[in-house]
T-cell receptor, first 111, second 114 residues
Framework: KQEVTQIPAALSVPEGENLVLNCSFTDSAIYNLQWFRQDPGKGLTSLLLIQSSQREQTSGRLNASLDKSSGRSTLYIAASQPGDSATYLCAVRRTGNQFYFGTGTSLTVIP | NAGVTQTPKFQVLKTGQSMTLQCAQDMNHEYMSWYRQDPGMGLRLIHYSVGAGITDQGEVPNGYNVSRSTTEDFPLRLLSAAPSQTSVYFC?????????????FGDGTRLSIL
């Protein structure tokens, strides 16, 4: 069974700081890895999807990397803003149609 | 552009009652799924479907039933509600045969079982 772990569980940083969120998974047989943002009381919003053959994806101030062989992905957020405060989740898609989620990192950006 | 729509947003049930959580998508996605989200446990897959008439179990299927009669709709049925089913339920959809497409989520149904 695929295990997905996100460390740290919570992170608090001052506005403007660059930060890295971590995601690790136990089984490297994945199709892709997806990063989501979840605001309190809301659903999940897709941020970035990295295919298993890719090393990284970028969208604006966000950059996600994938090292499939070591079972790791990072989400880099540049110049953090208070509006970035949310819970960030990673999910891996295995062969077939099974998705496995981490428990998330709760980010607070202090003005 | 409605995306994935879940109803109701909130529900309180008594133990033993049954109910159906509704999920509809307008993106012509073949793949639809139901998750539950509990504190400290992340999202766990309950059931999923790769097309009309096809469903399969996920990680935590016990106590839940699904059916997929149309591409658009994927209802989740609680047969006899138990306090352990108190959770936030999310429906998601994506393309099935194009695997590197993102999942789209609804806003969730917050369910309390007394």
């Amino acid at each position: 069974k695929q295990e997905v772990t996100q460390i740290p569980a919570a992170l608090s940083v001052p506005e403007g700081e660059n930060l890295v969120l971590n995601c690790s998974f136990t089984d490297s047989a994945i199709y892709n890895l997806q990063w989501f943002r979840q605001d309190p009381g809301k659903g999940l919003t897709s941020l970035l999807l990295i295919q298993s053959s890719q090393r990284e994806q970028t969208s604006g101030r966000l950059n996600a990397s994938l090292d499939k062989s070591s079972g790791r992905s990072t989400l880099y957020i540049a110049a953090s803003q208070p509006g970035d405060s949310a819970t960030y989740l990673c999910a891996v898609r295995r062969t077939g149609n099974q998705f496995y989620f981490g428990t998330g990192t709760s980010l607070t950006v202090i003005p | 552009n409605a995306g994935v729509t879940q109803t109701p947003k909130f529900q309180v049930l008594k133990t033993g009652q049954s109910m159906t959580l509704q999920c509809a998508q307008d993106m012509n996605h073949e793949y639809m799924s139901w998750y539950r989200q509990d504190p400290g446990m992340g999202l766990r897959l309950i059931h999923y479907s790769v097309g009309a008439g096809i469903t399969d179990q996920g990680e935590v299927p016990n106590g839940y039933n699904v059916s997929r009669s149309t591409t658009e709709d994927f209802p989740l049925r609680l047969l006899s509600a138990a306090p352990s089913q108190t959770s936030v339920y999310f429906c998601a959809s994506s393309y099935s045969n194009v695997r590197n497409q993102p999942q789209h989520f609804g806003d969730g149904t917050r369910l309390s079982i007394l």
